[in-house]
């Protein structure tokens, strides 16, 4: 599975949006790239996958570069219920590939 | 219609005893994985398995630890002979057959060892 860089803190003010980004260069055609988020030490929360296309739901938006070698996850009007350690993963739709690799993820403050 | 659930979900084991960790995935999902976060660690597969089949145990400590997901009933791991080191939170996740499905997790176990 391909690996993906994130950073590892940001900073966003309550209300605004918050824009996460996800390098993931060496992604094969048919991998997905999926966002969970880990609020303090709950179990993994998932937000939104996609393969090609931007995809919206009621959490997040899903923006893929035409390239696919990049990603970002907005929340459009972030809480302080939104700070949490989010993880952008490669994942693949091949047998014997649907483990999920988690790697340390981007740790998301929201600021009152 | 229910999430994961996983219990206990919190578990006390002196050294040398053994834990049982269940998982009992969401309605209609048939496949379960567990995953084990280290404290101040990132999440990590351990095993994958199918009703009554292992599928994917790579992540899985050589020694000590086993898992099963019977016909009926949940997935249990099972740690034998519990050391410190085993001290994680424990997280199960379910899935349908489907190889693209989203995993969803449970809220975890965690196991303290003293």
């Known amino acids: 599975d391909a690996k993906t860089t994130q950073p590892p803190s940001m900073d966003c003010a309550e209300g605004r949006a918050a824009n996460l980004p996800c390098n993931h260069s060496?992604?094969?055609?048919?991998?997905?790239v999926y966002w969970y988020r880990q609020i303090h030490s709950q179990g993994p929360q998932y937000i939104i996958h996609?393969?090609?296309n931007n995809e919206t739901n009621e959490m997040a938006s899903l923006i893929i570069t035409e390239d696919r070698k990049s990603s970002t996850l907005i929340l459009p009007h972030a809480t302080l219920r939104d700070t949490a350690v989010y993880y952008c993963?490669?994942?693949?739709?091949?047998?014997?590939?649907?483990?999920?690799?988690f790697g340390q993820g981007t740790r998301l403050t929201i600021n009152p | 219609n229910a999430g994961v659930m996983q219990n206990p979900r919190h578990l006390v084991r002196r050294r040398g005893q053994e834990a049982r960790l269940r998982c009992s995935p969401m309605?209609?999902?048939?496949?379960v994985y567990w995953y084990r976060q280290l404290p101040e660690e990132g999440l990590k597969f351990m095993v994958y398995?199918?009703?009554?089949?292992?599928?994917?145990e790579s992540g899985m400590p050589k020694e000590r630890f086993s898992a099963e997901f019977p016909k009926e009933g949940p997935s249990i791991l099972r740690i034998q002979q519990v050391v410190r080191g085993d001290s994680a939170a424990y997280f199960c996740?379910?899935?349908?057959?489907?190889?693209?499905?989203?995993?969803?997790f449970g809220p975890g176990t965690r196991l303290t060892v003293l």
């Open positions: 060496t992604i094969s055609g048919n991998e997905y």
């Open positions: 398995l199918q009703k009554e089949n292992i599928i994917d």
């Open positions: 996740a379910s899935s349908t057959s489907v190889l693209t499905d989203t995993q969803y």
């Open positions: 309605k209609g999902h048939s496949h």
């Open positions: 996609g393969l090609k």
């Open positions: 993963i490669v994942r693949g739709a091949r047998q014997g590939a649907q483990k999920l690799v």
